[in-house]
């Protein structure tokens, strides 16, 4: 992939990919932040959201191995000052800070409800051992 702007044209109509991809391209290459100044400005308030959102996977993605780069994209989306690249900022970390924020508060995740099969299908049916041995034809 060789610029974001080339991103938003293949995948204009699909924010799930167009959110991930350039995440993605962010995360490995910091430097690209100017072109995505870029293509916020030439994007729909739509896919500006989107933006905002790849932009806070990458940081997610580059807090632990790059953390220079993480703060890179923390200011730049502080600096931009558009309000649908901030909102889909702030709902992307939402969405994968949720368990972490209930632990700070003293709140632990409900964990999932165990059932005494080996599985459990839809609408609780309990499905069939996987690694049971087929009876044979006699």
């Known amino acids: ?6 991103l938003l044209e293949r995948m204009r ?3 799930e990919k167009l959110r991930f991809r350039l995440a993605t391209l ?6 690209l932040l100017p072109s995505v100044q870029t293509l916020i ?3 729909a308030s739509s896919d500006r959201s989107a933006i905002g ?8 993605r580059c807090n632990s191995t790059k953390p220079d780069a993480a703060r890179k994209i923390r200011d730049f ?3 931009i ?13 939402e969405d994968n800070s949720g368990a972490q924020l209930a632990r700070t508060q003293g709140k632990t995740p409900a964990p999932p409800p165990r059932g005494g099969a080996l599985l459990d299908g839809e609408w609780k049916t ?11 034809p006699n």
Do not use: C, H, W
């Not at 992939?1 to 080339?6: A, D, I, N, V």
């Not at 962010?26 to 430097?31: E, L, Q, R």
């Not at 959102?53 to 997610?60: D, T, V, W």
């Open 1 to 6: 992939m060789k610029s974001p702007s080339s």
């Open 13 to 15: 109509n699909d924010k």
């Open 26 to 31: 962010i995360a490995t290459n910091p430097s």
């Open 41 to 43: 400005s030439a994007s």
């Open 53 to 60: 959102a790849a932009l806070r996977i990458a940081e997610g």
């Open 77 to 79: 989306v502080q600096r």
């Open 81 to 93: 000052g558009d309000l649908n690249v901030q909102a889909g900022y702030s709902a992307a970390g």
């Open 126 to 136: 309990k499905l069939a051992n996987p690694f049971k041995p087929l009876p044979l």
